[in-house]
């Protein structure tokens, strides 16, 4: 989260994920909500009632890759997740967390 002298005000992330790498292989959506939930309120998923975390695996062996996203309330606690996480030690890892980029639009499988 950046501060805007200009304005002398933070400026608004356009996103409200973060993209993890580097978690461990070992860990659970739990884990992951205990640790980043420290920073903010995790969204929680309408379909599932659970928390809007996603662990990347491996479609072969469904074993976890080491990255995933976490979604938060608002923007700011975004922001102060990589600010606060980005390049700390977590269960013997380093973690790199950035905002998440999200998906462009235009394109797929639209009806008409």
């Given at each position: 989260?950046?501060?805007?002298?200009?304005?002398?005000?933070?400026?608004?992330?356009?996103?409200?994920?973060?993209?993890?790498?580097?978690?461990?292989?070992?860990?659970?959506e739990r884990?992951?909500?205990?640790?980043?939930?420290?920073?903010?309120?995790?969204?929680?998923?309408?379909?599932?009632?659970?928390?809007?975390?996603?662990?990347?695996?491996?479609?072969?062996?469904?074993?976890?890759?080491?990255?995933?996203?976490?979604?938060?309330?608002?923007?700011?606690?975004?922001?102060?997740?990589?600010?606060?996480?980005?390049?700390?030690?977590?269960?013997?890892?380093?973690?790199?967390?950035?905002?998440?980029?999200?998906?462009?639009?235009?394109?797929?499988?639209?009806?008409?």
């Amino acid at each position: 989260m950046a501060y805007n002298a200009d304005t002398m005000s933070f400026d608004l992330p356009d996103t409200d994920t973060v993209y993890v790498s580097g978690l461990p292989t070992n860990i659970t959506e739990r884990d992951v909500e205990e640790f980043f939930g420290s920073i903010g309120v995790i969204k929680t998923d309408k379909k599932t009632r659970g928390k809007k975390i996603w662990l990347y695996r491996d479609k072969a062996t469904g074993g976890l890759k080491g990255d995933g996203t976490v979604s938060y309330e608002d923007p700011f606690s975004a922001a102060s997740a990589v600010e606060w996480f980005n390049q700390k030690e977590w269960k013997g890892s380093m973690l790199t967390v950035s905002l998440a980029e999200r998906k462009g639009g235009g394109g797929g499988y639209g009806g008409g």
